[in-house]
């Protein structure tokens, strides 16, 4: 069984929903944490950069196969392989989608727990008693794997509603919502005393900082904010339709990936040096730092403080919600497209199959540390399999599939939407994917390794 090939039913629809899945915990969390480590403005200059020379270009890339595939992220890849090897660079999308899933879904998880928590009043208390509540909750057999399965379901229930009344409905209603709080939000955090430390930190630049490893972390970053061969973008562009402008699109999608970053940033910095606390607490900050941050700042308005508390972890489960949904479709759309079955079983095989690996990461954090690979815990593994090397070996292989071999008639028709649009900057696009992207990705996988 199979059904009509559905597409997004608007333009605002289409663009909220493909941003939604490029803004995700990369920016509310990932994104201050590694300007925090790296000087601030200086890596934030950077990082637009990347986004401008490597993002676009790459999202272009995964938008030109996925609309002329017009199905699955392996499928599309598939037939513009003509049965050569290069195939498998769709299904290594797919399989990176599958995974990150899995694992994506216990922090998102987590998300969630810390919107009951806060809620509940759980979160008020010394800083020692903050970190050891995030310690004692994720290694607890239980309440994680609940909030993963929780979250899980939720993203169900989207999908298989389809992709107007289930992806771009949802989208509609989340993405207004996550930008009105995180306004709301960074309204709060600038007012506190002290906090234009904080705002001239985000945007005074600090270039004595600046050395190859920022600029390495600023490619890695844009790569990982916008989702990046993910099968995201492929299979979202898989809905388009034929009048899609994808480079107007793809940097509509840029813009608001940046803006909501910057604004994460602006909603953490002012707050963070308003109370003292160091911008590079790392990957700790959202569920250890941040609470402790709301409370001291809030001191003396403790209600403000527990509802900016309850407000930006409804923002971070907004935000994870939108990409596990686009995660999610990535394997539905190739459960169900190749398997010949309904979207409803689809999206059943995508839910159980990937709370059980979101189970087993879950538990390998906490008594069942034996759910170890390599001396990582399961959890750890997923990430660095997927993040250090599924993620730029993908992106790599795309550009090159892209720039080298399909054909470049092919790839001119579906920039330019077939002779209908001029295809401004076609030929520095196209230099970009050729050359420039591969090298940048390629510097990017080899210092993970310490190698450059």
């Known amino acids: 069984m199979s059904e009509e090939r559905a597409s997004f039913g608007s333009k605002i629809g289409m663009i909220l929903a493909t941003a939604g899945g490029a803004v995700g915990l990369g920016n509310v969390w990932r994104f201050p944490y590694m300007a925090g480590q790296n000087g601030g403005a200086a890596f ?30 392996a499928r599309a890849y598939t037939q513009l392989a003509h049965g050569t090897p290069w195939k498998w660079v769709g299904y290594l999308g797919v399989l990176t989608g599958f995974m990150i899933t899995g694992y994506y879904a216990v922090v998102s998880g987590w998300c969630l727990q810390y919107v ?7 979160l008020h208390g010394d800083p020692q008693f903050v970190k050891s509540y995030f310690a004692a909750f994720s290694q607890d057999p239980v309440r994680p794997v609940f909030w993963t399965v929780v979250i899980l379901l939720i993203c169900h229930f989207v999908i298989i509603h389809g992709v107007r009344g289930g992806i771009e409905k949802a989208s509609k209603l989340m993405m207004p919502t996550l930008f009105v709080l995180l306004l709301v939000i960074v309204v709060a955090s600038c007012l506190l005393p002290g906090a234009g430390k904080g705002i001239s930190f985000l945007f005074k630049p600090d270039f004595t900082k600046v050395d190859s490893g920022v600029f390495l972390g600023a490619l890695g970053q844009s790569f ?27 940097v509509q999608i840029s813009l608001i990936d940046t803006m909501v970053a910057i604004l994460a940033g602006l909603m953490i910095f002012p707050a963070a040096f308003s109370v003292g606390v160091n911008p590079d607490s790392g990957p700790s900050l959202i569920f250890i730092t941040l609470p402790n941050v709301f409370n001291q700042a809030f ?42 079955i309904t979207r409803k079983k689809g999206a059943v095989v995508v839910t159980v199959s990937t709370a059980l690996i979101g189970i087993f990461c879950s538990l390998s954090l906490g008594k069942m540390d034996f759910l170890s690979v390599g001396g990582k815990s399961l959890f750890d593994a997923f990430d660095f399999v997927t993040g250090q090397i599924m993620l730029p070996v993908g992106g790599f292989l795309t550009c090159l599939f892209v720039g080298w071999y399909v054909s470049k008639k092919i790839i001119r028709d579906e920039y330019t939407n077939w002779g209908t649009l001029k295809g401004k900057f076609f030929g520095v696009w196209f230099f970009l994917v050729k050359y420039v992207c591969p090298v940048m990705i390629l510097a990017i996988f080899l210092h993970q390794f310490g190698v450059i």
């Open 299 to 340: 001191a003396h308005m403790p209600v403000i403080g527990w509802m900016i508390s309850l407000l930006f972890y409804v923002l971070l489960s907004l935000a994870a919600l939108t990409s596990l949904m686009s995660l999610h479709e990535v394997s539905t759309s190739f459960f169900y497209e190749e398997l010949h």
């Open 116 to 122: 009951y928590a806060s809620i509940m009043g759980e």
């Open 224 to 250: 990982y904010s916008l989702s990046i061969a993910m099968g995201c973008i492929c299979t979202y562009a898989s809905y388009f339709t034929r009048q899609t402008n994808l480079m107007k699109s793809a």
């Open 44 to 73: 934030i200059l950077i990082y637009i950069g990347c986004v401008l020379f490597l993002g676009i270009s790459c999202m272009v890339s995964e938008f030109i196969i996925g609309r002329h595939g017009a199905s699955n992220t």
